[in-house]
């Protein structure tokens, strides 16, 4: 749920790039009144016009339009844009506005925000851990943000003013539902390559497999999907271009995590191979353990999910 | 949803083994009407008596008392049990009666049940593609097979009792919402090999692998899950002894489709090192557009699915 607050954390925002999570956070600010004028700008005219089309907000023509009275301004564009978007943004950005960022990597965004931005900005990048296999303004929902974790990599031992835009950074977030987490742009990419990065890696390449076994047809892997395949196909159906900005930006973390992934990989083969039962019993069983702790903490149900398609019918008739 | 039948396709059926399965195949007998009466019988004594509790039918105490009388009898133990369980029944099997299962593999399960089954007896291997990662004679319902695939993989060449036999057994499937798919035994574990098998195995290393990052804690892996890395705990919760018992005996087609995707891992590495965008970007729009087959097949809904935990709350607003 989101509240209605009092009084507004901002009183412009300015979204660049207007895909899912732009669009998101326009309506967000709109349903919470986090910014009392919302200012959106993307590079991508159609996008605009699409915008326009869907009342997403007031939609400008040129960044400057967007940004020159800006007190927050944040970049929603794929990781490999954060560059272009930062030196496009940063001649028009006033004294004690805030630079900030909704990208998946966050050191490299951090150092294109901070290479470009004048030194009277801001720059706090930022992460919301949410997101659907969707994009486009069309994609944007108020409450995509809610209950939902948003991390926040702010520099350190920086001055009061800059604490002050961090904490403001913060409330707005809280508006949209989310809870700010902190942490340092470094422990964020590798956190993140093992959470994120490596399982839509390996939901990628399952895809790309599944549709090379020359001996099976596309037609009987998309029939008998149901049996797991399924659902990695919905994680695979991500963004293109985001995620292949993903894994240029973060390579150190994701070939590190994915080295070790490979290890354990070749251990289970080797595992199969030899018949070794008791050791697949048991790495079954501690991954099983895990998803207990992914139930306990809310970050997700317990109910079934295999059958999707009939969600409501599926569900156990008790 | 299951409509009743007005005439059974059989006047009685043994259920032998009682977890997720067995118990949806009880409660999808009484629901539409396929069998005139349900035995079921469980090795596991505290089974049998959660059963009896949550009243999922006629409980027998013994094997000999569930198969005597019964037209099939439909094995719906882990695969590795099949024998065992083909070995119990064998004796108490009458002439022209149906001996099945419901195992995942189905060479193995096939080679067991001929093993052992009497020759005035029908075997006839089955696999219904449906299931959630709960296990267990509480995870049971009804409609569990509606909307889904069942394999059935009969013998090839036989005579017509048996081409009778099976078209019973077809008929039976339908009566729960399941459509019915014939295939050899070999092409089945062919098939579900990349379908759910390698994904299984998938999802299982990425939790161990998770588990096992100590820069990273377990609780920084729970709390930011929702970044991708949560749907493979939802699949990796499925039961360590059903799945044991499935690489051990799938190994073959397992091994092969695992070699493939490990090839394919190998090269998405290399472009990852070697930033090669385009390879990925590539890639990367090949693997979504399976994703519109899915969907297209009526295997999957396109509602966004990433924030499950509210799920009325993150469907977008128009």
């Not at 700010?180 to 490596?198: C, F, G, N, P, Q």
């Not at 990628?204 to 001996?215: G, L, S, V, W």
């Not at 289970?268 to 048991?282: N, T």
Request: glycine share 6%; charged share 25%.
């Amino acid at each position: 749920m989101i509240e209605r607050l009092e009084t507004h954390v901002f009183e412009t925002v300015a979204i660049l790039g207007a895909g899912l999570i732009g669009s998101s956070i326009a309506r967000a600010c709109e349903a919470s009144g986090a910014a009392k004028s919302v200012l959106i700008y993307d590079a991508n005219e159609a996008v605009r016009e699409r915008a326009k089309k869907i009342a997403l907000g007031s939609i400008c023509e040129t960044v400057e339009e967007a940004c020159t009275d800006a007190d927050l301004v944040i970049l929603c564009t794929p990781v490999g844009m954060i560059e272009t978007a930062a030196k496009a943004a940063s001649p028009f950005l006033k004294a004690g506005a805030i630079l900030s960022d909704v990208g998946s990597v966050k050191a490299s965004a951090l150092n294109d925000m901070l290479a470009v931005a004048p030194s009277y900005a801001h720059v706090i990048a930022g992460h919301p851990i949410a997101g659907t296999e969707h994009s486009g303004p069309d994609a944007g929902f108020a409450k995509l943000f809610s209950g939902r974790w948003c991390i926040l990599t702010p520099l350190e031992d920086q001055d009061e003013a800059y604490q002050l835009a961090t904490a403001k950074l913060t409330k707005f977030w809280e508006a949209f539902g989310s809870t700010v987490e902190i942490m340092t742009a470094k422990r964020h990419d590798l956190v993140l390559a093992i959470t994120s990065h490596l399982p839509h890696l390996i939901a990628y390449n399952i895809c790309a497999t599944a549709e090379d076994m020359e001996q099976v047809t596309e037609g009987e892997v998309v029939k008998f999907s149901a049996g797991g395949f399924r659902d990695f196909t919905r994680i695979a159906a991500s963004d293109p271009t985001m995620w292949r900005d993903v894994f240029l930006n973060n390579k150190e973390a994701v070939l590190e995590t994915l080295g070790r992934f490979t290890e354990d990989l070749a251990a289970l083969q080797r595992a199969i191979r030899w018949s070794d039962g008791d050791q697949l019993f048991e790495l079954f069983t501690r991954a099983r353990s895990i998803r207990k702790s992914v139930i306990e903490a809310g970050q997700d149900t317990a109910a079934p999910n295999f059958g999707r398609r009939n969600q409501e019918d599926d569900t156990p008739a008790e």
